[in-house]
């Protein structure tokens, strides 16, 4: 499955993004789908997951209350939406997809579509 996120821009500290990830052959709805952000210098890092059905949700503790994965209603495209955006969320940020929420979590970079680079100024 070859992935694509996209939304990514910048903002300032306290503002919101919308990611989203698409497939191209349009069957995200057949996986479940995670999110994940490489800093500059940083180990890349687990963001979000959602199951298939888009009801099991997964979290990183950086991002809960913050942060919200969802689907729109085909499931093809799968939404990061995030709110009060902080400086450490500099990232660029890539998406993946997988049989299951406990299997995407455990994809690598190379699993990975290409990301999107999201910037917070303070």
């Known amino acids: 499955v070859q992935l694509q996120a996209s939304g990514g821009g910048w903002v300032q500290t306290g503002g919101s993004l919308r990611l989203s990830c698409t497939s191209t052959a349009s069957t995200l709805n057949r996986f479940a789908v995670g999110w994940f952000r490489q800093a500059p210098g940083e180990a890349t890092e687990f963001v979000a997951a959602?199951?298939?059905?888009?009801?099991?949700?997964d979290y990183a503790d950086s991002v809960k209350g913050r942060f919200t994965i969802s689907r729109d209603n085909s499931g093809n495209t799968v939404f990061l939406h995030m709110n009060n955006l902080k400086p450490d969320d500099t990232a660029v940020y890539y998406c993946?997809?997988?049989?299951?929420?406990?299997?995407?979590?455990?994809?690598?970079?190379?699993?990975w579509g290409q990301g999107t680079q999201v910037t917070v100024s303070s």
């Open positions: 993946a997809a997988a049989s299951t929420l406990v299997v995407v979590r455990a994809t690598t970079r190379q699993n």
């Open positions: 959602t199951g298939r059905l888009g009801i099991s949700t």
